[in-house]
Nanobody
Framework: QVQLLESGGGLAQAGGSLTLSCAGS????????MAWFRQAPGKEREFVAA????????VLADSVKGRFTISRDSAENTVYLQMNSLKPEDTAVYYC????????????????WGQGTQVTVSS
């Protein structure tokens, strides 16, 4: 059974940092495209980042460029989202997603999803 498990969410102050992890199990995700999305209460799920394991595909939303970075550990089947200079508007549930053939910004196309991890940024 394919599973994605996010962790690392929590409470941070504005200007602070958090690192989210997404561990994959059930198969090797090295041939999959990975993505991070987020969803704030009452809002649609929003694209944050999409990338592949080799690093030659990496797209970040304008709202997080220069603040969020992506890293990967293929041996551990885990990807990370390092979030710096956090803002209250970054508050959301963050989701990890994977798909064998799609690396875009449309959340509806991604096949596999984690359960989400809450990030709350206080002002």
């Amino acid at each position: 059974q394919v599973q994605l498990l996010e962790s690392g969410g929590g409470l941070a102050q504005a200007g602070g940092s958090l690192t989210l992890s997404c561990a994959g199990s059930g198969r090797t995700f090295s041939n999959y495209y990975m993505a991070w999305f987020r969803q704030a209460p009452g809002k649609e799920r929003e694209f944050v980042a999409a990338f592949n394991w080799s690093g030659d595909i990496e797209v970040l939303a304008d709202s997080v460029k220069g603040r969020f970075t992506i890293s990967r550990d293929s041996a551990e089947n885990t990807v990370y989202l390092q979030m710096n200079s956090l803002k209250p508007e970054d508050t959301a549930v963050y989701y990890c997603a994977a798909d064998p053939g799609y690396s875009g910004q449309n959340y509806a196309i991604y096949e596999y999803w984690g359960q989400g991890t809450q990030v709350t940024v206080s002002s």
